[in-house]
Nanobody, 118 residues
Framework: QVQLVESGGGLVQPGGSLTLSCVAS????????MSWYRQAPGKERELVAG????????YYGDFAEGRFTISRDNAKNTVHLQMNSLNPDDTAVYYC???????????WGQGTQVTVSA
């Protein structure tokens, strides 16, 4: 059974930091490209950050560049998203995504809420 379980969300003040984690199971994690997406109320889901299966390359949405860092630990089937300098516009549900593009396979977690508010 495939599972992506996110954790680490919560309420944080503007300027604060959070680290999200996603633990994967039920598929060969090290073969999958991993990403974080987010969706704010009334908005479309958007890419936050992604990391290739070997972790050699990372990529970020424009709003995340310089503030967020994605990393992965293939030995622990885990991907992290370190978020710094958070602002209210970062308020959203954050989703973990696993993708095997050549096979057209992808999986989603259930999401974790991040709220940035004073």
């Amino acid at each position: 059974q495939v599972q992506l379980v996110e954790s680490g969300g919560g309420l944080v003040q503007p300027g604060g930091s959070l680290t999200l984690s996603c633990v994967a199971s039920g598929f060969p994690f090290s073969q999958y490209e991993m990403s974080w997406y987010r969706q704010a109320p009334g908005k479309e889901r958007e890419l936050v950050a992604g990391i290739t299966k070997s972790a050699r390359s990372t990529y970020y949405g424009d709003f995340a560049e310089g503030r967020f860092t994605i990393s992965r630990d293939n030995a622990k089937n885990t991907v992290h998203l370190q978020m710094n300098s958070l602002n209210p516009d970062d308020t959203a549900v954050y989703y973990c995504n696993a993708a095997l593009d050549l096979a057209g396979i992808e999986y989603w977690g259930q999401g974790t809420q991040v709220t940035v508010s004073a």
